[in-house]
């Protein structure tokens, strides 16, 4: 292919040299690049990580404090309180 661009007067076996060599700068930086972009993808996947683990606390969370609202529903209940019901107070 270089003798054809250079036979059909395309480019000059100096300037495939020049293109060669920015090809390999280019080619070196989307190496550089790629490897950025893993470790920001690693990153990201350890970030996502502990964003599920803190959703799943805080579903737990939530669930606790259902069960401490319905547990207190049922004492204000016990106590002579008007509630709903002590297994779904205030609802």
Not at 32 to 52: A, H, M
Not at 62 to 81: L, N, P, Q
């Amino acid at each position: 292919m270089r003798l054809r661009l250079i036979e059909r007067g395309f480019a000059t076996e100096d300037e495939l040299k020049v293109i060669d060599k920015e090809v390999g700068d280019v080619l070196g930086l989307v190496k550089k690049i790629e490897v950025d972009v893993n470790t920001i993808v690693g990153k990201l996947n350890t970030t996502i990580g502990g964003v599920e683990s803190i959703k799943a606390d805080t579903g737990n969370i939530v669930s606790g404090v259902r069960t401490a609202k319905r547990t207190a529903g049922c004492i204000y209940r016990k106590v002579g309180g008007t509630t709903q019901d002590c297994t779904n107070p205030g609802r």
